[in-house]
């Protein structure tokens, strides 16, 4: 994190040693994106409307939270977030908290881990978390700060960071500093508001982990929206499925279940769950013929669906 006042001296100094160690560094993300600007890809972009939340100390952790959250619909602030996502004895806040904490409220969480992506996430209006060393690999100085839009002319990216809520900095010198800290930074969005550069196998990871989480009701409103765009997929109407059982929706979930069993015929665990779901609605005619499509299929789910089968069976 950014030092406070008292540090400042030795940050600018650090800050120096890393402009000349990096000067000639190569930034082959921004360097590509500058050469050939994906299609449709607005010049420049900046969320003036996105909350701001200066940092005092070492809390730029949770500002970087508060202001992406703030984004998403959430209301906190840095005083709020400090105990749940600070670490005392290191005086900062590891990157798995911040995700911890933006999932416990029900927001969707993914990875943003190049430059392209993250100009697309600032022009659908997302903002983005990142994280830097603005110092050097044996002096690193770590710091969470939020991206809010940038321009490909100047070409540079505004910051909400530190104690400035429109820190300007060039696109290759960010470059060279979230590539110092492996490129971490994520996108916090509502259920259903979905990030403009994931693709469907980063959406159903997301939307696993906030199953996880215990938020059955944002998997849900995610997978919803994913199956929109991916319709075709079938592993999206089975996780809309399971969400959707999760929050205590049947129709719904058996709905979801019989569309994956039209995306993905073969597929014995959405026959399995299809099956499952009749039962519970008492549809026992519909859930034995599900049950034994998903035997027929064999595999792995075989001992599963015969299970199923025989709890069908047993009502009957």
Not at 28 to 52: H, K, S, Y
Not at 68 to 88: F, K, Y
Not at 89 to 102: E, H
Request: glycine share 8%.
């Amino acid at each position: 994190m950014i030092p406070g006042g008292h540090r400042l001296r030795t940050a600018l100094l650090a800050l120096f040693v890393a402009a000349l160690s990096s000067a000639c560094s190569s930034t082959p993300q921004t360097d590509a994106l500058l050469a050939l600007p994906p299609a449709g890809l607005p010049r420049q972009v900046e969320l003036t409307g996105v909350p701001f939340f200066p940092q005092a100390g070492n809390d730029c952790g949770p500002a970087a939270l508060a202001t992406v959250l703030g984004q998403a619909g959430v209301t906190t602030t840095i005083a709020e977030l400090e105990p749940l996502v600070m670490t005392p004895d290191r005086q900062g806040t590891l990157q798995n908290d911040l995700i911890a904490a933006a999932r416990r409220e029900g927001r969707l969480v993914v990875p943003v881990d190049t430059v392209e992506s993250l100009t697309e996430e600032i022009a659908a209006g997302h903002p983005v978390l990142v994280f830097q060393n603005l110092g050097v690999a044996t002096y690193p100085i770590w710091h969470y700060a939020v991206a809010v839009g940038y321009d490909l002319d100047t070409p540079k990216l505004v910051l909400r960071s530190g104690e400035e809520a429109r820190r300007l900095t060039y696109l290759a010198t960010f470059e060279r500093t979230w590539e110092r800290s492996g490129r971490f930074g994520l996108v916090v969005v509502e259920p259903g508001d979905l990030p403009a550069s994931a693709d469907a196998d980063a959406i159903m990871a997301a939307a696993a982990s906030l199953e996880q989480a215990g938020q059955a009701d944002a998997a849900a409103a995610t997978y919803a929206a994913a199956t929109e765009r991916w319709p075709d997929r079938a592993g999206l109407w089975l996780g809309l499925g399971n969400a959707s059982y999760a929050a205590g929706r049947l129709d719904a979930s058996a709905a979801a279940f019989a569309e994956a069993t039209e995306r993905a015929p073969d597929d014995a665990a959405a026959w399995n769950n299809l099956a499952h779901v009749l039962h519970e609605q008492g549809k026992e005619r519909e859930a034995t013929d599900a049950a034994r499509r998903a035997i027929g299929l064999g595999g792995p789910y075989a001992a599963t669906a015969a299970e199923t089968l025989r709890a069908i069976e047993r009502r009957t």
